[in-house]
């Protein structure tokens, strides 16, 4: 089987935090590629679900007050920003 190359554009701090992850178990970041492209073909799709970063406990929590009908709901920035001024 014959090899293509495959390049992409990613920040140099991304690089630099994947290359961390995948040497702690082992892999390059090639092999780390190779992997998630062979379980997408695999799958018939991504290979994990998609998600957003982790709030942290304070947004989580104030997250959950709302949810639970608790916080302060604004109709406008204006009335926000007057809130802050008390």
Do not use: H
């Not at 690089?15 to 379980?39: H, M, N």
């Amino acid at each position: 089987m014959s090899n293509t190359t495959v390049q992409a554009r990613i920040s140099t701090e991304l690089k630099q935090d994947a290359e961390a992850v995948f040497s702690a178990i082992g892999l390059t970041v090639a092999t780390a590629i190779r992997l998630f492209l062979q379980q997408s073909v695999n799958r018939g799709g991504l290979p994990f679900q998609p998600t957003t970063k982790t709030p942290n406990p304070e947004t989580a929590a104030a997250m959950n007050e709302l949810e639970d009908d608790g916080g302060q709901l604004f109709t406008t920035t204006a009335d926000l920003f007057a809130a802050w001024k008390r």
